[in-house]
């Protein structure tokens, strides 16, 4: 069936991931992907895809309803794929108000447009909302996330999204509208901006530059690759059903020290370093203010339901992610210098 689908934050790091396999894999369905090109928007993740014939980008913010009434209405949006937010915990600390405009009411705005284009009639259409395990809060014992964990919010980031997770479950239970929301644990991979911990590490290393591990290096995340991350949403998105939760994790949880000498002895291996000597560059900072210990999602429920799985073993990912950064220096450099903003001025205006 045919589809026009509008993926917001297409050209973030999972956004881009999941256009490209919705492009390459889909050839019948239309794919509109907003971004309003914040510093963490990049073009450059989308080379491969961006003449296709089914590909259209729209530069907007989701604050603007006047844009996305445009959007709705040029190219017939059936379906919403919806991924923009702002992402960094430690940005949130600095500046919260950034998280509620666009996470909060960005996501709202988005949803008011949507029952609007669709007319409350709702049957053929989705509204698939991105989020993270960290709405579920921090974990103390060895328990796990599952989809009816209570909300728990410590960051001001987690507490956007789950202000966001309860909105668009409002709108379905208030309006009707068909929802899916989907949670996930930390992702890694190719193109992932380099103020997240392992594309930090893996360019610190690389520049022989001190490695900042917060507190202890205690704190445990459940890490995904993010292409699997891509291909559950998909899952989701074609049969998931409407009004459920669905978590995705990696059955992978690994404390942040430990994370980050696998890091350091692989890189010895590939630059040809003497073993131990990237480790030297791991320097304990100060601990993030209401650093969150241990997230862990128990993924047994679209396991069984919907048949996904992580396709990868970590330490495959990481050997392809660190690979990927040596190998795309030019991505890489374009992105620590800022250069990868002009990247929209000259391809897309003219
Ligand atoms: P990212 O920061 O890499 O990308 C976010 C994208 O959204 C960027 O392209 C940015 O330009 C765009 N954007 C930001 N504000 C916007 C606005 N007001 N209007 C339009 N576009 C805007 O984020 P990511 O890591 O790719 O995360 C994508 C989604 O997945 C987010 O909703 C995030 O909460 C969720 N998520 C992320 C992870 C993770 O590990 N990174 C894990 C689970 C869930
Ligand atoms: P991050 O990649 O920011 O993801 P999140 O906070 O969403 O889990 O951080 C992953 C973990 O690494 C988290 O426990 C914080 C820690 N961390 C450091 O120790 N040093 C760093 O420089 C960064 C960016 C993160």
Redesign the pocket.
Known sequence: MKKSILITGGAGFIGSHVVKLFVEKYPNYQIVNLDALTYAGNLENLREIEGASNYKFVKADIQDSKSLEKIFNTYQISDVIHLAAE????RSITDPLAFVMTNVIGTVNLLNVAKAAWKENYHDHLFYHVS?D?VYGSLHDDSYFLETTAYDPQSP?SASKASSDHFVRAYANTYKMRTVVSNCS?NYGPNHFP????P??INNIKNNKP?????K?E?V?DWLYVKDHARAIDTVFHKGKAGETYNIGGFNEWK?IDI?RLLCKKMDEKLGREPGTSEQLITF?KD?AG??LR?AIDATKIQKELGWEPSLQFEEGIEITIDWYLANEEWLKNVTTGAYQDYYEQHYTS
């Open positions: 992402s960094h915990v430690d993270t960290e980031y930390n103020e997240k911990l392992i930090l590490c490695l900042p591990i917060y507190g290096g704190n995340r942040n980050v900072v993030r650093h969150d997230y």
